[in-house]
């Protein structure tokens, strides 16, 4: 009854190349992301669809391309893997509801927490 | 632009003492402010997270936090750590615009709470 799941965890190939992470949520929600953390641990989002729909795209470059073929998931290819696209990738999702739609007592505003997969570390050598 | 700070890398504490992990944010109107904790090797795990109404907020494990709008900030607290609180902990601010669904991180503090 895994909430966010990604495959694989681990992932380790040669600069060059392709690969694919695959991602499942099973909340419900109709947002999902995809971030990147580095040997620092920091976070940076890289995409993030809505409903199937590209809403964020960060200054990613174009070797990356995130596909979702539904709402329950999201995947990750990346071509031509450098030594620089090691890190650890994160899929997210969360239920943002629409302007109006909201629970009783706030403001209205959309606003939900996120909620991560375990992790792929990918490892280019 | 949206960002966050967490001022302090590490916070070190004994058990049984108070536990405060800082942060301050900048976003343009009312925040949407949240924690989440990360274990080794493990995603992240939400927390707790401030959208409207009172400034204290309470979330998991017994962990809390202090919305202050005059100092921008929104400080993690919890009474009394244990050794498991051990972990790596972000904040995160989003801001409060329809369909702006971009959450941004701080770099994170490390808590250690030895025995």
């Known amino acids: 009854d895994t909430a966010v799941s990604q495959t694989p965890k681990y992932l380790v190939t040669q600069m060059g190349n392709d690969k694919s992470i695959k991602c499942e949520q099973n909340?419900?929600?109709?947002?999902m992301y995809w971030y990147k953390q580095d040997s620092k641990k920091f976070l940076k989002i890289m995409f993030s669809?809505?409903?199937?729909?590209?809403?964020i795209n960060e200054t990613v470059p174009n070797r990356f391309s995130p596909k979702s073929p539904d709402k329950a998931h999201l995947n990750l290819h990346i071509n031509s893997l450098e030594l620089g696209d090691s890190a650890v990738y994160f899929c997210?999702?969360?239920?943002?509801?629409?302007?109006?739609?909201?629970?009783?007592?706030?403001?209205?505003?959309?606003?939900?927490?996120?909620?991560f997969g375990p992790g792929t570390r990918l490892t280019v050598t | 632009a949206q960002s966050v700070a967490q001022p302090e890398d590490q916070v070190n504490v004994a058990e049984g003492n108070p536990l405060t992990v800082k942060c301050t944010y900048s976003?343009?109107?009312?925040?949407?402010l949240f924690w989440y904790v990360q274990y080794p090797n493990r995603g992240l795990q939400f927390l707790l997270k401030?959208?409207?109404?009172?400034?204290l907020v309470k979330g998991s494990y017994g962990f809390e936090a202090e919305f202050n709008k005059s100092q921008t900030s929104f400080h993690l607290k919890k009474p009394s750590a244990l050794v498991s609180d051990s972990a790596l902990y972000f904040c995160?601010?989003?801001?409060?615009?329809?369909?702006?669904?971009?959450?941004?991180f701080g770099a994170g503090t490390t808590v250690t709470v030895r025995a």
């Open positions: 669809y809505n409903n199937k729909e590209l809403i």
């Open positions: 976003v343009s109107g009312n925040p949407y």
């Open positions: 401030y959208i409207t109404g009172d400034n």
């Open positions: 909340l419900g929600h109709d947002t």
């Open positions: 995160a601010v989003r801001a409060p615009l329809f369909n702006d669904y971009k959450l941004s």
């Open positions: 997210a999702s969360s239920q943002d509801y629409g302007w109006g739609l909201s629970n009783p007592g706030t403001s209205g505003r959309p606003a939900y927490e996120q909620y």
